[in-house]
Antibody, heavy 113, light 112 residues
């Protein structure tokens, strides 16, 4: 059974940094591209980053480019999202996803003073 | 960016009825490999999204065949035949042909 378990949830002040993790199981993690997608409260889905299976390519939404970094450690079956210079508009539920076919349960990131 | 326009924004249907949701993209979703990367997702209340259909018409694992997807190029439709109570939630179309990947704004399905 495919499982994706995010961690790193929290409340931070504007301008600060935070790192999310997503541990994968039930499939060969090193064979698949992975995404981070977020959902602001009561809003729709927003894709924010994708990383190829071997980290050879990374893509970002303009809204996070230069502030967020996606990475992975295939030896640990773990996906990461490093978030810097956080803004109030980054407040959202953050999901990791294997492609778009399996999604984690999400973690809430709140940016507020 | 590819804009995904979903209609209607909401639907209210009785159990057993059929419904259709439209998704139109601002650009063709046919990739250079000839495949069309248009997908449908359902977010049930309080849950993570779940993929229902991938590449226009392929049913995801465990998805009932009451769900079907059709379309091509820029015009796509999700049909739910014989709606059941468990189908309530917000349906999203999504494209993974072009970066940035984009989603429709969602269609909220309510059960009468």
């Amino acid at each position: 059974e495919v499982q994706l378990v995010e961690s790193g949830e929290g409340l931070v002040q504007p301008g600060s940094s935070m790192k999310l993790s997503c541990v994968a199981s039930g499939f060969t993690f090193s064979n698949y591209g992975m995404n981070w997608i977020r959902q602001a409260p009561k809003k729709g889905l927003e894709w924010i980053a994708l990383i190829y299976y071997d980290s050879s390519s990374k893509y970002y939404a303009d809204s996070v480019k230069g502030r967020f970094t996606i990475s992975r450690d295939n030896s640990k079956n773990t996906l990461y999202l490093e978030m810097n210079s956080l803004r109030s508009e980054d407040t959202a539920m953050y999901y990791c996803a294997k492609g778009f076919d399996y999604w984690g349960q999400g973690v809430m990131v709140t940016v507020s003073s | 960016d590819v804009v995904m326009t979903q209609t209607p924004p909401s639907l209210s249907v009785a159990i057993g009825q059929s419904v259709s949701i439209s998704c139109k993209s601002s650009q063709s979703l046919v990739y250079s490999d000839g495949k069309t990367y248009l997908h449908w997702l359902l977010q049930s209340p309080g849950r993570s999204p779940k993929r229902l259909i991938y590449q226009v018409s392929n049913l995801g694992s465990g998805v009932p065949d009451r769900f079907s997807g059709t379309g091509s190029q820029k015009d796509f439709t999700l049909k739910i035949s014989r709606v059941e109570a468990e189908d309530l939630g917000v349906y999203y179309c999504a494209q993974t042909t072009h970066f940035p990947l984009t989603f429709g704004s969602g269609t909220k399905l309510e059960i009468k």
